[in-house]
């Protein structure tokens, strides 16, 4: 009786380990229900990748990560209590990792794209928003300009800020460039849906600068790694900031 017993609580122990997703299970998830256009579930995602209590910098990075690309979708669909809450959560969330890591540039990168969200989502706070933006911006760039995630906000805030307050569609699209750039120094798996998203956003980039050429190029390549992509249309047409 008494290995019966043992045997039963191990096996229950072995079927625990086995269901439970790994790190790379869950990124995959992120990475195909973006290439399905299915981002309405990525909030049950994050709440696993937060379960797996993994208080490392890359890991913390991801979540961080996801959260970004979910508070993105909110506000493309015009979600914009969810993307609220989504900050919210955000900033709780960077604080604590800021104070526990204060030498890690992608985190200040982090803290400056979403605070690109907050002046989408309140125009008239931007004098108050902005500054922290630069600010993050700056101490980013202090710590790492190898960190992909500082040229690619620094590209969102070239392309879509006001022409009169400095934008540069050109330079964004360099910057664009150099983010993927880094990227692809980085070892990375196959499933990383952060690159698609860059990629995604140079495609838009040279969309709206009537760039063709590049434009055609992109998008084939986007085809082939990562399919037809049929919500391309959608995406190239929304707008994060009227």
Known sequence: MRLLLIILLNFCFLFEVLGQPNQADLECRLYQTYVNDEMQRWPAIIQEMESMKDSSVVWQKEILLARYGVAGFYLGNRLEDEARDELEKAFVQLEKLRTKYPDVAAFY??????????????????????????????????????????????????????????????????????????????????????????????????????????????????????????????????????
């Open 109 to 242: 990168c982090l803290d400056a794209c979403f605070h690109s969200y907050q002046i989408a989502l309140s125009m008239v706070q931007a004098p108050i928003l902005y500054p922290k933006h630069q600010s993050a911006i700056r101490k980013a760039q202090k710590l790492s300009e190898d960190e992909p995630l500082l040229w690619f906000e620094k590209a969102n805030m070239l392309f879509y800020k006001p022409r009169l307050l400095g934008r540069d569609k050109e330079k964004a699209i360099e910057y664009y460039q150099k983010s993927l750039e880094l990227l692809h120094r980085q070892e990375v798996g196959d499933c990383d849906w952060f690159e698609m998203m860059v990629q995604l956003f140079l495609l838009k980039a040279y969309f709206e600068n009537e760039d063709e050429v590049q434009f055609h190029s992109l998008l084939a390549k986007l085809r082939v790694e990562h399919g037809e992509l049929s919500w391309i249309r959608k995406f190239l047409d929304s707008r994060v900031v009227d």
